[in-house]
C-alpha cells in the first residue's frame, strides 16, 4: 500500500489528465465476452513490453468461470481504497472493483494499458487520461442472454434484468470503438489487437514530442 500511496502523491504533483501512454478502456454488456477478447491480444502480445493488462481487484472470489483477478473482502477493499491503493474504482453489481495506483504510473511513461472497465466511469477516465480510447464490445441478444445463462450466475430473470440494463446504455463521446462479439473470437481478437497497434504506435509518437 505505501508503494501505491507514494505513487498516488508523485502524480498528484503534476498536472492531470495523465499523458504520453494511453488508456484503453475495455466495455460493454456483460455476456459479450470482454475477458475473451483481452485475453486472446494478451496471448499475442505477451512478448511486447509497452502493453500492460491491467489485473483488476474484486469483492469476488476468482474462480474457472470468471476472469484471473485480485481478490478483496469488502472492508479490505474500502481501507486500501482510503489509502490510495487504486488509479480508479467503482461500484456495480453489488461488488467494487478496483484498478492498481500504478496503472497511472504505466500511462504517465508511455505505456497503453488496457483495462476492463465499467461504462458508468468513462467520464471519470476522460478527466484522468489525456489519451483514452473506448473499446465497446458487442454481441446480439440472443448471444448475450446465451452467455449469461452458461455462467449459471444468475436467475432467468435476473439475466433479463441485466441484458435491460445493458440495452438503455449508450456510449457517447470521442474515441469510441464498436466490436462485434457474435461470432470466433479470432475476429473479434484480430480487430481489438489492431487498435492496439495504433495505440502503441501513438505512444510512441506522443513520447517523442
Do not use: C, Q
Not at 8 to 20: D, G, K, W
Not at 181 to 207: I, V, W
Amino acid at each position: 500500500m505505501m508503494v501505491s500511496a507514494l505513487i498516488e502523491r508523485e502524480l498528484s504533483a503534476e498536472t492531470f489528465p495523465v499523458r504520453h501512454g494511453v488508456f484503453v478502456a475495455v466495455v460493454g454488456p456483460s455476456g459479450a465476452g470482454k475477458d475473451t477478447v483481452i485475453g486472446y491480444a494478451r496471448a499475442l502480445f505477451a512478448d511486447e513490453t509497452r502493453l500492460e493488462f491491467v489485473r483488476r481487484v474484486i469483492t469476488r472470489p476468482s474462480d474457472a468461470a470468471s476472469e484471473d483477478h485480485d481478490t478483496l473482502a469488502d472492508a479490505a477493499f474500502v481501507e486500501a481504497e482510503a489509502d490510495g491503493a487504486f488509479a480508479i474504482s467503482w461500484e456495480a453489481h453489488g461488488l467494487r472493483y478496483g484498478l492498481p495506483a500504478d496503472v497511472d504510473w504505466s500511462v504517465a511513461n508511455g505505456h497503453v494499458a488496457v483495462a476492463n472497465v465499467s461504462r458508468a466511469i468513462i467520464p471519470t477516465l476522460r478527466e484522468r487520461y489525456a489519451n483514452l480510447a473506448i473499446v465497446e464490445i458487442t454481441a446480439s441478444p440472443d448471444v448475450l442472454a446465451s452467455r449469461l445463462a452458461m455462467r449459471g450466475r444468475e436467475s432467468r430473470g435476473e439475466v433479463l434484468a441485466r441484458l435491460a440494463r445493458s440495452a438503455n446504455v449508450t456510449l457517447t463521446g470521442p474515441g469510441v470503438t464498436t466490436i462485434d462479439n457474435s461470432g470466433p473470437r479470432e475476429l473479434a481478437g484480430e480487430r481489438f489487437a489492431e487498435l492496439l497497434l495504433k495505440a502503441m504506435a501513438f505512444s510512441d509518437m506522443s513520447g517523442m514530442i
